[in-house]
C-alpha cells in the first residue's frame, strides 16, 4: 500500500533533513506553536467601531519564502494557514477543520467512484495477533520495524502483545478465506476509510511523512487475472484523477519497477507526483496487483464454474491524506496556500469594505448585499465565506484570506454600491475584474471552473518543464542536479538499479531511483541501450530523486 | 461519551452473562464460524437449468427462537446475516459491508445536520501522553481500567508508553486553550468520526459492546452556558431522530442523575432504548454540558467582549455503533433481521420467477422486465437487490432475503408476466399483495415510508407497555420482574438510586437503576413520596435493569 514502506525506508535520514520539520519528543506537553499565524492577532483587543481606531496589526503571513528555503516555507505555512497543529506525541499531527474538509472532498468524490464500480466499505478491527501479521513473512519483513505493539490494557499486561495495522492485508485475508467459496463469491471487492500506524523512525513531515495517518486502503479478488488487472487500471485512473481533477496536481501514470514494488505484489503501478521547488518526486498512490500471493498464503480458494479449484487473484489499493500535503506543496506561494477550487473549503470570501465615514444605514445595504450574494451563490453550490469584522482592516483580511488559500476574493465597497459591481480577485493570478451584480451568479462559478484549469495548467507545464529525456549518464547526472527527473532507456535490472541508486548519491543529495515505468512510453529506437548499463533498453523509465 | 464507562463497569458480570458471546481468546487462529448461513450453502456445486435438478438444500436460518434465548438468538443472527464476523482478538468486531453501509446512512444523516449547525469535521491523533490523559483525574478515572497501552514501535521499547484514545476530552482540549483566545474565536465546535479503545474486561456483545468501535465524538465550546445548553438539546434531538427516524427505535430522552452522569461533566442528557425480550435498558447516545470543569482544568479561557476574562462552555456527545444492535435486538424475528428501510443497504430484492419448463425467450423476458424495474427503481433512489441465481429455489431465496432483512420482496412468476403485475412482500409483517407495473414506481416508495412507519409504531407499542407507572417499592420490583421499565416518583438523591440498586437486585437479576429523568414529566401529585425511601419526591425517574 503507499506509501510504500520499502521505498520509504532507503531514503536516507541526512538526506530528507531539508524537509525535516522540529516535532516536540513524546511525553512533552503540548507547546503553544510559534509561528506567526491568525490566533496571535486575536489575542490583541478588538477595535471599535468601523475600522478606525485599529490598532497596530501584528505581520501576518509568512516569514519564509518558497523559494528561499523550501521546508521551512512548507512547515509554516501549514501552521499558519490553520490545516495542522503539531501534536505532544512526536509524528502525529492534527488536521484542522481547513484540512480535514479537503480530505472529505477527496473521500467523497473517490467513494462515489469506487462504489459506481460495486466496491463495498466494511471495517476490520486495527488490531493484528502477532500470529496472524507474521503469516505473510517477505510482506511482514518491510513493515516489522515500525510496527506499534500494544502491551498492556489498564494495569495488566497482556499475554500476547498486539499489533496495530500498519496495513490490513493480514487482518482480512483470513476472512476472505472464510468468505469465498465459490466463483458466485467472487468478485468480493471492499474498502475501508480508517487510520493506521507506522511507527517510522525518520524526520516526520506532515501530510507527507505522519506515524499516524489517513487513509482508505482497498482489497479485492477476483477469479481471473484479467477482471484483477482491469480493476488495477481502473482504481489507478481514480488516483490520477484525485491529484488532477481535484487537487490540480500533475501526475505520470505508470509500472513500479521489481525493486520498488510492493512486497508480496505481482506488480505496482502508481501516479507519480513532483515538487520542482526540491526536485523530489512523490509517490502519490498505488494500486497492486496481488497476484495469488497471497491467496496461496492465506488459503483464498474457490469452486470455479467448472467444479476445479482455483486460488483468488488480488488486489490491493490505497490513497493517503499524503494526497493533500503534495497539493499544498505544489501550488503554495509565499502568501500562503493556493487551494484548487474543487477542493477549497471555501471557494469564494466576500469581504465588504465600509468607509469609516459610511452612515450606519449604508453599512446595513452593503452588508445586506453581501448576504443576498451569499445566498445566491450557496444555491449554485458555491461555498462561501463571509468577513464582516470590523476589528480588521481590508488589507489585513485580504493577507488573512491569501494565506488561507480562499481561490476568489470578492470585494464590495462603497463605489462598488454606487456602480452596482463588486470586484473578484484571483487567488493564483492575483488578477481583478469587475463584474455586474446580475452577472454575479455565473460568473463566479464560472471563474472557478477557470481557475481549477489554469492552475492544473499551469502546474503541468512546470512539472513537464522538469522532464528532461536523456540517454547518457552523464545527461542523467545533469538533470538530477538541475532538479529534474529523468525520462531514460534503461536495462530493467534490479541490480541496475541498485547500481544507479549508489553512484547517483552525491555529497548533499540522496540517490536516484526510478519513479516509475510510464505507461505513455515514446518509441525506443532500435538498438537503444541502458544509459547507465550499456545493456540493451528494455524500456523508458522516469527516474528522480523522491521522498 | 456514550456508552458511560462507569455505568458500564457497574454491570455485574454474572447479570451479564445472559448476553455473553463466546469469543475466541487473543492469539488464536481466526475460526471458520459455525452459526448456520448462506457460504455454507455455496460450497455445493450449483446446479444446472432452471432449478429443477437442485441439490438438497441446508437449513437456511436461525436455530434459535427470539423468545427461546434471547442472547443466542442475538449472536447467531448478526453473523448469519452476514453484519459481523468474529474476530481473532477477542472482543473486537469485524462489521461487514451490509452492517456498514448501514453506519454510513446514520453518519451521513447525522453529519449533514450538524454541519448545518456550524459543527465542522476534524481529526486528532489517537494516541494520548501518560501526562496529557491524567490531567483530570475524575475524568480519567473511569476510563483508566480499559485504557489500551503502546509501549513498544518495532523492536524498541518506548521511552514512555502512549495510551490510545478511550474519548479524546485530554486529547482536544489542551489545543482547544490556544486556539481560543477571544470570544471572537468562540463557538468552536468540532467532531470526528473515529475508532477508539476501551480494553473492557466483561463478555463482549457484537455492535453493544466491544474493545474497539467506531462512533463521532462532538466536542464544542461556547462563551455562554446558555448557547452550550441549546446545543446540548439540539444534538440529543438528532440522536432521537437517529434512532426513531432512521431506526425506527423508539427512545425516552431525558437527564441521567448525578450518580449516572458522564464523569466531569456538569450534567448528562440520554436518550433511552429498551429490550423488552430482556428487559434491559439501554443508553442509546450521550449528549454532556461539560460546563467549566474541563476549561478551567486546561486553561480554556478567552477574552470576553467587555475585556474580562472567562472560561469556555463546553459540551461533548458521542454516537456509536451500538445504534445498529439496538436496532437489530428491536425489531429482528425467528427468520432474521427486519431492517427499516430508511437504514437497509437493499430496501427491495427483486426474485424472478422461470418455471423449469419456461422457453429460454420467456426466461428472458422475464429478466428483462426485472432489470426495467430496477432501473425505474433506482432513478427514483430506491436501493434494489435483484436473484437470478439458478441455483436455488425461490423458497432458498425468499428465506435468505428475510434473514438479511430486506424490507420489500418483489416476485414476479409466469402469471405476474401474463397478468403485467407483480407481487410485493413486506418483511415486517409477511402481507402480500399485487400491484400491476405501471403503478410499481409510485407503490414501493409508497410503501417504504409504510413500513418504516409501521416499524416504529409497532416498536413504539411494545416499548409503552414496557413503562410502568408505579409509586411503591411492591409495584416497583413487579414492573421490573415483569421485564418492564418502572416511571416512579423519587426523591433524586444519591444514596437512594445506590440503595435501590442493592435492594432490587436479585438472584438471578441485576440491580436497577435510573435510566434517565424524563423531559416530559407527568404532573407530580401534592405531597408525592419517593417510592423507595419515602422522602418527599422531586420528580418521575424511569428505571429499569441495563446494559
Not at 219 to 231: K, P, S
Not at 308 to 328: C, E
Request: hydrophobic content about 40%; some cysteine; overall charge negative.
Amino acid at each position: 500500500m503507499s506509501p510504500d514502506p520499502v521505498a520509504v525506508e532507503e531514503v536516507v535520514a541526512e538526506q530528507v533533513a531539508d524537509l525535516c520539520v522540529a516535532a516536540p519528543a513524546e511525553g512533552e506537553k503540548p507547546k503553544k506553536e510559534k509561528k506567526p499565524k491568525p490566533q496571535k492577532e486575536k489575542k490583541e483587543k478588538p477595535a471599535q467601531g468601523g475600522g478606525k481606531e485599529l490598532k497596530k496589526e501584528t505581520q501576518l503571513g509568512l516569514s519564509t519564502k518558497k523559494a528561499d528555503d523550501f521546508s521551512k516555507w512548507y512547515s509554516e505555512l501549514v501552521v499558519a494557514s490553520e490545516l495542522i497543529s503539531y501534536y505532544d506525541v512526536s509524528g502525529c499531527y492534527i488536521l484542522r477543520p481547513w484540512a480535514f474538509s479537503m480530505w472529505e472532498v477527496v473521500q467523497r468524490w473517490f467513494d462515489d467512484n469506487i462504489k459506481k464500480l460495486g466496491v463495498q466499505n466494511a471495517y476490520f478491527p486495527m488490531f493484528i495477533t502477532e500470529d496472524v501479521l507474521n503469516t505473510e513473512k517477505d510482506h511482514v519483513e518491510g513493515f516489522a520495524p515500525e510496527v506499534a505493539w500494544v502491551t498492556r490494557a489498564g494495569n495488566s499486561e497482556m499475554d500476547k502483545p498486539i499489533a496495530i495495522r500498519p496495513t490490513s492485508e493480514t487482518v482480512m485475508y483470513p476472512y476472505y478465506a472464510q468468505w469465498i467459496r465459490s466463483h458466485r463469491d467472487l468478485p468480493l471487492r471492499l474498502n475501508q476509510w480508517t487510520n493506521v500506524v507506522r511507527w517510522e523512525f525518520k524526520y516526520p513531515t506532515p501530510f507527507i511523512r505522519s506515524r499516524e495517518f489517513l487513509w482508505q486502503e482497498g482489497h479485492t479478488a477476483f477469479a481471473t487475472q484479467a477482471e484483477a488487472d482491469t480493476e488495477v487500471r481502473q482504481i489507478l485512473d481514480f488516483y490520477a484523477g484525485v491529484y488532477q481533477e481535484l487537487l490540480a496536481v500533475p501526475v505520470t501514470q505508470g509500472q513500479k519497477s521489481d525493486k520498488e514494488k510492493f512486497a508480496g505484489a505481482l506488480y505496482t503501478t502508481t501516479v507519480e507526483a513532483f515538487i520542482p521547488d526540491n526536485g523530489r518526486g512523490v509517490q502519490g498512490a498505488t494500486s497492486h496487483c496481488l497476484g495469488q500471493n497471497f491467496s496461496k498464503m492465506f488459503g483464498i480458494e474457490f469452486e470455479t464454474e467448472d467444479h476445479g479449484k482455483s486460488h483468488a487473484w488480488q488486489n490491493s489499493w490505497g490513497l493517503t491524506t499524503r494526497s493533500l500535503g503534495v497539493m499544498i506543496m505544489t501550488h503554495g506561494d509565499d502568501k500562503g496556500l493556493v487551494l484548487p477550487p474543487r477542493v477549497a473549503p471555501k471557494q469564494v470570501v466576500i469581504i465588504p469594505i465600509p468607509k469609516s465615514s459610511s452612515a450606519p444605514e449604508q453599512v446595513a445595504a452593503m452588508f445586506e448585499q453581501v448576504k443576498a450574494f451569499k445566498a445566491s451563490l450557496e444555491s449554485s453550490s458555491v461555498r462561501v465565506e463571509t468577513d464582516y469584522r470590523t476589528n480588521y482592516t481590508p488589507g489585513w483580511k485580504y493577507n488573512h484570506w491569501e494565506l488561507r488559500g480562499v481561490p476568489i476574493r470578492m470585494e464590495l465597497g462603497p463605489k462598488d454600491m454606487d456602480n452596482k459591481t463588486v470586484v473578484l480577485a484571483r487567488r493564483d493570478t492575483g488578477a481583478k475584474e469587475f463584474v455586474p451584480w446580475d452577472q454575479v451568479a455565473t460568473r463566479v462559478p464560472e471563474l472557478l471552473e477557470q481557475i481549477q484549469a489554469d492552475m492544473l495548467a499551469k502546474a503541468k507545464a512546470r512539472y513537464d518543464a522538469c522532464v528532461e529525456t536523456v540517454t547518457t549518464w552523464d545527461a542523467f547526472m545533469a538533470a538530477l542536479n538541475n532538479k529534474h527527473m529523468a525520462l531514460a532507456p534503461w536495462a530493467d535490472e534490479e541490480e541496475v538499479e541498485e547500481d544507479v541508486k549508489k553512484r547517483s548519491a552525491t555529497a548533499d543529495a540522496m540517490g536516484a531511483k526510478t519513479l516509475c515505468i510510464p505507461f505513455e512510453q515514446p518509441p525506443l529506437p532500435e538498438g537503444a541501450v541502458c544509459f547507465a548499463s550499456g545493456k540493451p533498453a528494455k524500456n523508458w523509465a522516469l527516474w528522480g530523486r523522491s521522498y
